[in-house]
């Protein structure tokens, strides 16, 4: 048995339309899918390395902070400097206030308040 080659004008479907225009019509979808934000493309690796840098010098940038009687940029349950023994501070990440407290081996730390 012998099989036809593909001849050089595009072939009729049973529907009447040709390979051609279903392959323009595919490609028109493909195109509006993306368009309308359907579908994203993948993001390169470079957006995710600044995003994670962007991260890492934002929290680098935040270090505990005198405002008048309280402090800012607080990490709860690390150790707090000599000035803020007593006093208030605020979180870093999610605004909470903690207080400067003396735990029982004697060290100081921001503890919820």
Do not use: E, H
């Amino acid at each position: 048995m012998r099989i036809p080659a593909a001849s050089a004008s595009p072939t009729r479907l049973a529907s009447g339309a040709s390979r051609g225009s279903l392959l323009s019509r595919a490609s028109l979808a493909a195109v509006a899918v993306f368009g309308l934000g359907l579908l994203a493309p993948p993001a390169p690796a470079s957006a995710s390395v600044s995003a994670s840098a962007s991260v890492s010098a934002l929290s680098a940038a935040c270090s505990v902070q005198r405002v008048g009687d309280s402090w800012n940029c607080v990490t709860p349950g690390a150790f707090c400097p000599a000035a803020a023994r007593g006093k208030y501070g605020y979180d870093k990440y999610s605004g909470r206030k903690y207080k400067c407290v003396q735990y029982s081996n004697g060290r100081w730390r921001w503890k919820r308040a």
